[in-house]
């Protein structure tokens, strides 16, 4: 078995496995956790619609802190749009979910996923400047913050030299592209990089805690 076999066969296909097994353990862990009683008398319902609204709210920063946060933010949506972009509407991307999903759907130009995929590693080479450079963060900011930003990266750079070869095998290249997505799949469930499918039942729960409360979401 050859490298490109192995990425594509045992590999993908291992780091799947964990991927789904690890998110679920996220989950359940989440749900299973002993909840304080709160014998305080609810304001408001907290219900669904709480939970919806901040998962909106809190996609945009307060009006106080715009200013300040604008550089990261704009920077941080670049390297997260150029990030679905490349996953999501590349059409080498979309034939391998077809395989099975069962269904495909319109893809992007590779000119312009190229742009995008470009635009998403100098955001987040920007983005990991700043984390550097800015003693708080750099403070703040653990292994796992590197080691998220490393695995996130990886895969759209070793994509990006497939199309630019840089005198390689263009095999040896596409196997190390997969076991860098193999990594990002193993990691996710378990690092800070969680918040892909986190952020929506931590927002949302924040959400319906602060309606029941009568905060100001």
Do not use: C
């Given at each position: 078995?050859?490298?490109?076999?192995?990425?594509?066969?045992?590999?993908?296909?291992?780091?799947?496995?964990?991927?789904?097994?690890?998110?679920?353990?996220?989950?359940?862990?989440?749900?299973?956790?002993?909840?304080?009683?709160?014998?305080?008398?609810?304001?408001?319902?907290?219900?669904?619609?709480?939970?919806?609204?901040?998962?909106?709210?809190?996609?945009?920063?307060?009006?106080?802190?715009?200013?300040?946060?604008?550089?990261?933010?704009?920077?941080?949506?670049v390297m997260h749009l150029g990030l679905f972009a490349v996953v999501f509407?590349?059409?080498?991307?979309?034939?391998?979910?077809?395989?099975?999903?069962?269904?495909?759907?319109?893809?992007?130009?590779?000119?312009?996923?190229?742009?995008?995929?470009?635009?998403?590693?100098?955001?987040?080479?920007?983005?990991?400047?700043?984390?550097?450079?800015?003693?708080?963060?750099?403070?703040?900011?653990?292994?796992?913050?590197?080691?998220?930003?490393?695995?996130?990266?990886?895969?759209?750079?070793?994509?990006l030299l497939i199309s630019v070869r840089m005198g390689f095998r263009y095999?040896?290249?596409?196997?190390?592209?997969?076991?860098?997505?193999?990594?990002?799949?193993?990691?996710?469930?378990?690092?800070?990089?969680?918040?892909?499918?986190?952020?929506?039942?931590?927002?949302?729960?924040?959400?319906?805690?602060?309606?029941?409360?009568?905060?100001?979401?």
């Open positions: 078995m050859d490298l490109l076999e192995f990425a594509k066969g045992p590999a993908l296909q291992v780091a799947a496995y964990i991927l789904v097994a690890g998110s679920i353990w996220r989950l359940v862990g989440i749900l299973l956790l002993k909840e304080k009683p709160d014998f305080s008398e609810p304001r408001q319902s907290g219900g669904l619609l709480a939970a919806l609204k901040v998962i909106y709210t809190r996609s945009f920063t307060a009006s106080p802190f715009k200013r300040a946060t604008l550089y990261p933010k704009m920077m941080a949506y509407l590349f059409v080498p991307h979309i034939m391998f979910f077809e395989g099975f999903l069962g269904f495909e759907w319109p893809g992007l130009p590779n000119s312009v996923i190229f742009f995008l995929g470009v635009a998403a590693v100098v955001s987040g080479i920007a983005l990991l400047v700043r984390r550097i450079t800015n003693p708080v963060l750099r403070l703040i900011s653990n292994f796992d913050d590197y080691f998220s930003w490393f695995v996130t990266l990886f895969p759209i750079v070793t994509g095999e040896t290249l596409l196997a190390i592209h997969i076991l860098s997505v193999a990594l990002l799949m193993i990691w996710l469930p378990f690092g800070k990089l969680g918040h892909t499918f986190l952020v929506f039942v931590t927002r949302g729960t924040t959400g319906m805690v602060f309606e029941r409360r009568g905060a100001k979401t």
